[in-house]
């Protein structure tokens, strides 16, 4: 019904920057929150960026200063522009959003996942 399609990780030295994308399509009635998640190997999933519908934002610890969250409501799309990237970083980066379908069920759902690796 829904589907959230990610793009943009990949191999980066530290000190360098990446930015993730992730749009969203399918029976959707309204986004109320978008979201990026990670999950490095042995470690917890983890909230990393979250954004409202109105632009209010909220981050981990862990990446105030260095992350930024974005969306564009029109596009149904979320962005994470990573810079200062580290090798503590370096995780399955997934996208999630809660959403109201057109049958007006609320739910959350996720993306696939992208690898992120920090590594010189």
């Known amino acids: 019904q829904v589907q959230l399609v990610e793009s943009g990780g990949g191999l980066v030295q530290p000190g360098g920057s990446l930015r993730l994308s992730c749009v969203a399509s399918?029976?959707?009635?309204?986004?109320?929150?978008m979201g990026w998640y990670r999950q490095a190997p042995g470690k917890e999933r983890e909230l990393v960026a979250g954004?409202?519908?109105?632009?209010?934002?909220n981050y981990a610890d862990s990446v105030k200063g260095r992350f930024t969250i974005s969306s564009d409501n029109a596009k149904k799309a979320v962005y994470l522009q990573m810079n200062s990237l580290q090798p503590e970083d370096t995780a399955v980066y997934y996208c999630?959003?809660?959403?109201?379908?057109?049958?007006?069920?609320?739910?959350?759902?996720w993306g696939q996942g992208t690898q992120v690796t920090v590594s010189s």
């Open positions: 954004i409202t519908r109105g632009g209010s934002t």
């Open positions: 999630n959003a809660g959403i109201v379908t057109t049958t007006f069920a609320r739910d959350n759902f």
């Open positions: 399918g029976r959707i009635f309204r986004i109320d929150t």
